[in-house]
């Protein structure tokens, strides 16, 4: 009898110890799984650099390529505020061209519509090759690299060239993301939205530059301000119809909604409210808003104080070691944008595609604007297959230039 209990009692010891090295294992699966989805997401496909790479070419070669955007009796359409002003900041090229090629299709005007594409330094030429190629006529494009901003200067943008030199900032998004990782303390979900957090872009001028629409773009009144990785579906002229009611920033509210997981944001899943200061001036139960489809009041926004705020509270959280948040451009234009936003419909944008795998494509269909935030972006292989064809309806698979880089239809 006793060696029946001794032996029962060592096989419930030896099975626990099996059940919790077999869940540990799953654990470190799961976190490796995620760590090289993170790394997926971060890469540049094969495809597109080529399709950069050559659209540079192209422009060196081929006068075409470097004609005029928009041609020169065009010019004025760009500070004319009858028309509607689209502004779009990126350096992926097919990305661009899906954002302006869906606003387009799904536009009742499109001779109103003028977008301003803004790019880096480095992905100019090829920007400027595709869409001189690619003339989207009757709507009025330019592209303007951030070197040809004369306001863009040092003094101007103090705030970007220290969080581009910073260290702790370099060592946080380009170090090892595992070292000092308590795995045991945090859950897949947690460590996914860290390791998203950590995406090099947020420390791109391209990513900040909407804090600065306003001098950048000196002549306009009000301009819709759209992300790259956005699909429009409705036509989008009734948003410049919204009255804002004095604010700046007309968004969609992120904190209710039937998606629990996309439409739960409130400050305290952006800010460390351990912090002083940050549990002195911030509301953990204020709700959040989106980036990625913005109506901007330029003439409102000028009035204000947002730029000066944004940049002291980017600075603050520097000195802090980024104890107050985890970088990225959306927590300080939380805090800068306080008091100026003007909630509107939830229809008018559509949040998750990029990460929450489970969304409606019923929801999908019937919404204005779809974004793809989150690491699955479309143009990825880990994009969700369900998902997908949104985005790629609006890419020219014909073009010489994308079927010459391989980028097929999935």
Known sequence: MNTYQFDARTFAFLLKGMTEKFERDLRESNFAELMNKHFAASAIPKGLHCLSLRLTDEYSSNAHARKQLPSPELLPILSDNSYHHFVLSTDNILAASVVVNSAISAASSPEKLVFHVITDKKTYAGMHSWFALNPVSPTVLEVKGLHQFDWLTRENVPVLE???????????????HLAGANLSNITPRVFASKLQSRSPKYISLLNHIRIYLPELFPNLDKIVFLD???????????????????????????????????????????????????????????????????????RAWRNTNI????????????????????????????????????PIDPSWHLLGLGYQSETSVKDVSKAAVIHYNGQSKPWLEIGFEHLRPFWTKHVNYSNDFVRNCHILDS
């Not at 220290?162 to 090892?176: F, L, Q």
């Not at 520097?318 to 107050?324: G, H, P, Q």
């Open 228 to 298: 790259d990785d956005v699909v429009v579906q409705r036509d989008l002229s009734p948003l410049w119809d919204i009255d804002l009611e004095g604010k700046v920033n007309g968004a969609v509210e992120t904190c209710k909604g039937e998606d629990e997981w996309v439409m739960s944001k409130r400050f305290r899943n952006y800010f460390n409210f351990s912090h002083p200061l940050i549990a002195k001036n911030l509301d953990p139960d204020e709700c959040a808003w989106a980036y990625g489809m913005n109506i901007f009041d330029l």
């Open 307 to 342: 730029r000066d705020t944004y940049h002291t509270w980017v600075k603050e959280n520097l000195k802090s070691n980024l104890t107050m948040w985890k970088l990225g451009t959306l927590p300080p234009a939380l805090i800068a944008f306080k008091g100026h936003v003007h």
């Open 162 to 176: 220290a969080v581009e030199s910073h260290y702790g900032i370099r060592n946080y998004y380009h170090g090892n």
